[in-house]
């Protein structure tokens, strides 16, 4: 008694239908999944006195995952029960298929062999059908069939990258699916040549709540999630194990960032550094250049007037702005060495002949500041613009002595 040998053939595949962008009965392969062998199509009796290929007991095959070497979904090679040439497989439970010995061609060869030795030119013959017949049956495609030439696949007008898809008539028909998933997974290191595009997946002018591309960390993860290196892979520009942009100097003559101002007229930052919860700019460089930030203000405009120097009058002493750039007001503040008795000092502040507050600076009587104010009518000094200070009342018993006017700008 002998056993024949089942699988491992170009027919020997487990397939199911899979659903992707809305498009149904897609051809998916099954790698991993139990096929039972049956003495009928339906019903009958269950075969289990198999053995694998190297000849273990086993019940049922496992269609290939692809760690063995076979393509993912192919049914190995194994042996049935004695004196069988034919069984019904059924895959995780789907429709049965027929499965003949894969060395029938062997044994009509080896029966061909045999007759060859005991009978006369007839018989010789009939060996040499037999032969014949033999390397027919064993051939992957003996009549040479194409997919266009099957009963139930209409393949014209079929264009590179498509897929057949089973329509509802019961034909498979080329079809092109867009963005189809867990059809093709690549694994393995790839080199992509060429411009590719990412969008997320409501496509231009619809809701772009998803991200285009998102690139996950695995737990555990030390490696750079991204990165971009020289020739001699030192990495010049990386995300880190969590995502945290990270940028060396590739050389130390060279520039390790750089931030271009896209041109003369534009008024935004270059940069900002914000606190978290509500965007508010913690420091920044203007568009000039310029590092702004609450501890890095420049150091104070002052105007001072002591003895008979003070006197109500329009002011004529000039301090310009030469810093070569547009300043920021923050506050002004007006003091005396000798406070004033009876009525307040007040004063105004000009840029370019304008006043720059809401209400003049008010020094009470006995008092020796007006405090800082911040309530402005105007914010900025322009480069070459220039402060003038402008004495509107003195105190009506003591005038107030030693003033002095400072604008604090950054």
């Known amino acids: 008694m002998a056993r024949h040998r089942f699988g491992g053939g170009a027919a020997d595949w487990a397939f199911g239908t899979a659903t992707a962008d809305g498009v149904s009965g897609l051809a998916q392969l099954r790698p991993g999944v139990q096929v039972t062998m049956w003495n009928a199509e339906t019903g009958g009796t269950r075969y289990e006195d198999l053995l694998d290929a190297d000849e273990n007991p086993i019940t049922a095959v496992t269609t290939s995952d692809g760690s063995d070497g076979r393509a993912p979904g192919t049914i190995p090679p194994f042996f049935g029960p004695d004196e069988v040439v034919s069984m019904w497989a059924e895959a995780d439970g789907g429709p049965r298929v027929l499965l003949v010995a894969a060395d029938l061609g062997e044994t009509i060869a080896q029966v061909a062999e045999d ?157 900002q550094w914000t606190e978290n919860s509500d965007n508010v700019v913690l420091a920044r460089v203007t568009a000039d250049g310029r590092i702004l930030a609450p501890n890095s203000m420049h150091a104070p405009w002052i105007w001072s007037a002591a003895g008979d120097q003070v006197q109500v009058g329009e002011g004529a002493a000039r301090i310009y702005n030469d810093t070569e750039g547009q300043l920021t007001i923050r506050s002004v503040r007006a003091s005396a060495g000798v406070p004033p008795t009876g009525d307040s000092i007040l004063i105004d502040v000009k840029i370019n002949g304008a006043s720059i507050l809401t209400s003049p600076l008010e020094i009470a009587a006995g008092t020796h500041t007006s405090g800082r104010v911040t309530a402005l009518a105007t914010t900025t000094i322009p480069t070459g613009g220039y402060m003038t200070v402008d004495i509107l009342q003195l105190g009506s018993d003591t005038p107030g002595d030693h003033l002095t006017v400072q604008i604090q700008v950054a």
């Open 115 to 271: 007759l060859t030795d005991s009978v006369d030119a007839v018989s010789m013959q009939a060996a040499t059908v037999a032969s014949d017949l033999s390397g027919h049956l064993s051939a992957t495609n003996p009549h040479g069939t194409q997919l266009t030439q099957l009963v139930d696949v209409d393949a014209s007008g079929a264009t590179i990258g498509q897929v057949l898809a089973r329509d509802s008539d019961g034909t498979w028909r080329p079809t092109t699916i867009e963005g189809a998933t867990d059809v093709v997974r690549l694994t393995g290191e790839q080199t992509i040549d060429g411009r590719k595009i990412f969008q997320n997946s409501s496509g231009v002018g619809g809701d772009l709540q998803d991200s285009a591309v998102v690139i996950f960390a695995p737990s555990g993860t030390t490696a750079d999630i991204l990165r971009s290196a020289t020739p001699e892979r030192n990495r010049v520009f990386f995300l880190n194990e969590v995502g945290e942009p990270r940028v060396i100097s590739h050389q130390p003559n060279t520039v390790a960032l750089r931030i271009k101002q896209r041109d003369s007229s534009q008024t935004a930052d270059l940069t």
